[in-house]
């Protein structure tokens, strides 16, 4: 299976900004997309932005024009670069990527999130 390892999360404060990283790793034969989730406690999942091998993105509307995907197809990494942080935007972010791989049936990998906390 592709193990994906996400870093850069934390606690700042409203106005500023992280940088979340995402490193996917395994025996891949073709990552599709990429992306990063969150979920705050006590509610669903929901999509933050994907970016596809391509380079085509797709931005939740609470987060457009302040988050910015971007991908490094070289070394397997998505990055997730947030700005403007607001305290709704507190959760654990998930590294998610659509990816083909030599000996596994799976096709949708998720990492196991890094905190994001946005508090004065």
């Known amino acids: 299976q592709v193990q994906l390892v996400e870093s850069g999360g934390g606690l700042v404060q409203p106005g500023g900004s992280l940088r979340l990283s995402c490193a996917a790793s395994g025996s891949i034969f073709s990552i599709d997309a990429m992306g990063w989730y969150r979920q705050a406690p006590g509610k669903q999942r929901e999509l933050v932005a994907t970016i596809t091998s391509g380079d085509s993105t797709n931005y939740a509307d609470s987060v457009k024009g302040r988050f910015t995907i971007s991908r490094d197809n070289a070394k397997n990494a998505v990055y997730l670069q947030m700005n403007s942080l607001k305290p709704d935007d507190t959760a654990v972010y998930y590294c998610?990527?659509?990816?083909?791989?030599?000996?596994?049936?799976?096709?949708?990998?998720w990492g196991q999130g890094t905190q994001v906390t946005v508090s004065s």
């Open positions: 998610n990527a659509k990816a083909r791989m030599y000996s596994s049936m799976r096709y949708d990998h």
